[in-house]
């Protein structure tokens, strides 16, 4: 059990916003703007922000000193002043993404404008609290030391995730009883930026999923979005108006530990009803050897009488806790993913909807279901993007620290 907190959850109103604060916002607005346009000019940048010509100028003139931006050729012949036109830099920034899986560990290096520059994935039984940390930290320093000399000084930090709470369900993965209290002891960002020397954030593992799926998804992005991604367990996250729901301990959205009914009728966690480990117990107990590797690489057709009840069972269990969920926060879209081939994730995705057309309609809507656009990465993508994120975009007050836009 938590211990309750000293400070009342109403005192950060009373903090004020300083002169340095006004002008990181104005900063960020400017920067979202050139993200969402490329190659918008500085006369629209100063239209949608609403910031004055001398105001955008200098702004746009100190991104570009900073390697943030950059632009591109003066375009004349149209009504009015030339305008100059701006994109992100490529090289300008970067963030290192790393997932701390059930049964793998995913690093990856991603640049300021969203695109992976390199990646590494390796197994494991379950995760070691006394190996994982220097692993994560020798293939960190592979991937940074790969950039040029004169970039490597850009790396905003590392976005890590992992499950909120390891917990029981480590016991499933056959790990020996002493690491669920070992994890327990372990802050993971802090931990992480003792051995890899980088600034870490750390973001429960379905979060980061959500985060990665409403970066993915074409504008206008849904003010409402439940990510679901099927894994060893499932993760779960929610963003709403363009922010998180991360509670106050950062697993306020944990839809995996959603209570649904199995086909008997009886209650059964998501993880233990929806997840890749449910279908691995379904084989052995059909006769079959247990998977092992990468999901993307199992052979699904040997599987088939296995993965057809399973399907089956995922998608019942699955359209409960969307519809739980939808009763809790308005989402207007609920993407699908996981660690899975396209074609058995599409299958998912298909009996997901069938069942989820069968249950009565109570709810003012129902949200649309859709197949995650993700990818099998989204895990990792989504704890780098969102580093970069709270660095360069965010607007929320609380992440105004001029210190760190040195």
Same mark, same amino acid.
């Given at each position: 059990?938590?211990?309750?907190?000293?400070?009342?959850?109403?005192?950060? @109103?009373?903090?004020?916003?300083?002169?340095?604060? !006004?002008?990181?916002?104005?900063?960020?607005?400017?920067?979202?703007? %050139?993200?969402?346009?490329?190659?918008?000019?500085?006369?629209? *940048?100063? #239209? #949608?922000?609403? &910031?004055?010509?001398?105001?955008?100028?200098? *702004?746009?003139?100190?991104?570009?000193?900073?390697?943030?931006?950059?632009?591109?050729?003066?375009?004349?012949?149209?009504?009015?002043?030339?305008?100059?036109?701006?994109?992100?830099? /490529?090289?300008?920034?970067?963030?290192? =993404?790393?997932?701390?899986?059930?049964?793998? !560990?995913? %690093?990856?290096?991603?640049? @300021?404008?969203?695109? /992976? @520059?390199?990646?590494?994935?390796?197994?494991?039984?379950?995760?070691? /609290?006394?190996?994982?940390?220097?692993? @994560?930290a020798a293939d960190v320093e592979a991937l940074v030391s790969n950039l040029p000399d004169d970039q490597r000084?850009?790396?905003?930090?590392?976005?890590?995730?992992? /499950?909120?709470?390891? =917990?029981?369900?480590?016991?499933?993965?056959?790990?020996?009883?002493?690491?669920?209290?070992?994890?327990?002891? *372990?802050?993971? =960002?802090?931990?992480?930026?003792?051995?890899?020397?980088?600034?870490?954030?750390?973001?429960?593992?379905?979060?980061?999923?959500?985060?990665?799926?409403?970066?993915?998804?074409?504008?206008?992005?849904?003010?409402?979005?439940?990510?679901?991604f099927v894994g060893t367990f499932v993760g779960g996250g929610v963003v709403s108006e363009g922010a998180l729901?991360?509670?106050?301990?950062?697993?306020?959205?944990?839809?995996?530990? %959603?209570?649904?009914?199995?086909?008997?009728?009886?209650?059964?966690?998501?993880?233990?009803?929806?997840?890749?480990?449910?279908?691995?117990?379904?084989?052995?107990?059909?006769?079959?050897?247990?998977?092992?590797?990468?999901? #993307?690489?199992?052979?699904?057709?040997?599987?088939?009488?296995?993965?057809?009840?399973?399907?089956?069972?995922?998608?019942?269990?699955?359209?409960?806790?969307?519809?739980?969920?939808?009763?809790?926060?308005?989402?207007?879209?609920?993407?699908?993913?996981?660690?899975?081939?396209?074609? %058995?994730?599409?299958?998912?995705?298909?009996?997901?909807? *069938?069942?989820?057309?069968?249950?009565?309609?109570?709810?003012?809507?129902?949200? #649309?279901?859709?197949?995650?656009?993700?990818?099998?990465?989204?895990?990792?993508?989504?704890?780098?993007?969102?580093? &970069?994120?709270?660095?360069?975009?965010?607007?929320?007050?609380?992440?105004?620290?001029?210190?760190?836009?040195?």
């Amino acid at each position: 059990m938590r211990d309750l907190p000293d400070q009342d959850v109403f005192e950060p @109103i009373v903090r004020g916003i300083t002169q340095s604060g !006004v002008r990181l916002a104005n900063e960020r607005a400017v920067l979202t703007l %050139i993200a969402g346009i490329p190659g918008v000019s500085n006369a629209d *940048i100063a #239209r #949608r922000s609403g &910031l004055g010509p001398q105001t955008t100028a200098r *702004i746009l003139a100190d991104l570009e000193t900073r390697h943030l931006i950059t632009r591109g050729e003066v375009l004349r012949g149209r009504r009015g002043q030339p305008a100059t036109p701006y994109q992100l830099n /490529p090289q300008g920034g970067y963030s290192v =993404g790393v997932e701390i899986g059930w049964q793998h !560990v995913e %690093i990856l290096l991603q640049n @300021i404008a969203g695109q /992976p @520059i390199a990646a590494t994935r390796r197994f494991h039984d379950y995760p070691n /609290p006394e190996t994982v940390f220097t692993e @994560i930290a020798a293939d960190v320093e592979a991937l940074v030391s790969n950039l040029p000399d004169d970039q490597r000084g850009r790396v905003a930090g590392v976005g890590v995730t992992s /499950p909120g709470n390891f =917990g029981p369900l480590l016991a499933h993965v056959g790990a020996p009883p002493y690491t669920i209290d070992a994890w327990a002891e *372990i802050d993971v =960002g802090p931990r992480l930026t003792q051995e890899t020397g980088l600034p870490a954030l750390w973001v429960n593992d379905g979060s980061a999923a959500a985060w990665r799926e409403i970066t993915a998804h074409p504008a206008p992005r849904p003010k409402g979005l439940a990510s679901f991604f099927v894994g060893t367990f499932v993760g779960g996250g929610v963003v709403s108006e363009g922010a998180l729901v991360e509670g106050p301990y950062g697993n306020g959205a944990d839809l995996g530990a %959603i209570v649904v009914h199995d086909r008997a009728g009886k209650p059964a966690y998501l993880h233990l009803a929806a997840s890749l480990h449910a279908l691995v117990l379904k084989a052995i107990d059909a006769g079959y050897a247990a998977p092992v590797g990468s999901p #993307r690489k199992w052979d699904w057709a040997a599987l088939a009488p296995v993965v057809t009840q399973w399907l089956d069972d995922a998608g019942h269990a699955l359209a409960q806790a969307i519809l739980s969920t939808t009763a809790m926060t308005e989402v207007d879209i609920v993407a699908l993913n996981g660690d899975l081939p396209e074609s %058995i994730l599409s299958r998912l995705v298909e009996s997901t909807s *069938i069942h989820l057309a069968q249950f009565p309609v109570l709810l003012a809507h129902r949200p #649309r279901l859709t197949t995650g656009l993700g990818g099998p990465s989204a895990v990792a993508l989504g704890a780098a993007q969102l580093l &970069l994120f709270r660095r360069h975009f965010s607007r929320a007050w609380e992440l105004f620290d001029p210190a760190q836009e040195k």
